[in-house]
């Protein structure tokens, strides 16, 4: 039971900290230990903390990507769009514009030819027709 308490808090930790102890064979073997162990947590705090680092800065890049993603889509459709509304303003201008370019020509050749039932009649006599 007291092994198994070693085991969960200590870890690797200890058996490595204690094959470093007899490895070096220091002359106050428990303050090398002790050192070994404070040193040890920093080393492992600052890797927990790096590995967080990278998780969220791969987390950050993943969503930067889908952000850009995203915005090229935004801007594909935006494009879309506009080509759209530049189809649908021509279809509507065009026979607007047809339409008001021939009226005035139809209008000029009117003026300037008149129509033959109405050139041999005086407008101020009226026509008379023979008997029959």
């Known amino acids: 039971m007291e092994t198994e308490y070693l085991k969960k808090c200590f870890g690797n930790s200890l058996s490595q900290a204690l094959a470093e102890v007899a490895k070096v064979r220091p002359s106050d073997p428990i303050e090398y230990l002790a050192h070994w162990l ?44 506009q080509q759209k509304c530049k189809e649908c303003r021509k279809k509507v201008i065009s026979p607007a514009f047809n339409q008001e370019q021939t009226e005035p020509f139809e209008e000029e050749a009117l003026e300037q030819e ?17 008997p029959s």
């Open 38 to 81: 404070y040193h040890y947590r920093k080393i492992a705090l600052a890797n927990e903390k790096n590995i967080r680092e990278q998780i969220q800065l791969k987390e950050e890049y993943e969503n930067s990507l889908k952000e850009k993603e995203m915005a090229a889509m935004m801007k594909q459709e935006e494009l879309q769009i």
């Open 114 to 130: 008149p129509l033959p039932s109405t050139a041999s009649r005086i407008p101020a006599m009226p026509q008379q027709f023979p």
